[in-house]
């Protein structure tokens, strides 16, 4: 079983319960507009390029159409989870953790060695014998850690009405405030994903020993 640092046990609730109040108030703020478009501004149905569907009220949070009180609950999850980020890296590299458990190795680029780990998440093999994570797992921890999540806070920081003024250098970076808002939804529906193939393999690869490990940090070999 995986041991888990202090840091990376406190981080992982912290982030559970932000991205999960976070995620249900933004649905209630999508079905707010449900048109995503490209560049600085966009109204009219023709710009769209997608339309989202609306969401019933029991995914949502508040748990009925409130816009006002799901901004209210957006941010006030918003600040906990971009700080939550900025600790994590932090400990991340001061404790070695991304680079001795997360960054990958040449050798795990191979194509063989990817296939073999294929295979093995196919088998619901999850033994990484030395390694406390796959290739498969340290890229997906990657992608997360340092392109969805720091992702969402930018693009959020893009979008905010509050914070937009002071940020515009970041507005104009991202493509307009139109795009840095169909951006977030992007990479809020790729956290989702992430969410749900991650619990999967929690409960495949046994619940229990999972949940105890990322409480207590797990049993020493």
Known sequence: MKRHALSTRVWHWLNLLCVVVLFMSGLTISNAHRRLYWG???FAPEQAWLVVPRFPDWMTIPG?????LARDWHILMAWPFALGLLFMWLAML??????????????EWRPAAILSDIRAHLRLDFDHDADKYNFLQKLAYGLVLGVI????????????PGMEPSFGWLVDLLGGRQSARSLHFIFAFALAVFFVVHLIL????????????????????
């Open 149 to 160: 999540l720091p992702m969402m806070v930018f693009t959020g920081i893009a979008i905010s």
């Open 64 to 68: 009925y159409y409130s816009l006002a």
């Open 94 to 107: 001061g404790n070695r953790h991304f680079a001795r458990d997360i960054a990958t190795r040449r050798r």
């Open 202 to 221: 929690v409960i495949l690869s046994g619940p229990i020993g999972q949940v105890r490990a990322m409480l207590t940090g797990g049993s020493r070999p």
């Open 40 to 42: 600085d501004w966009g």
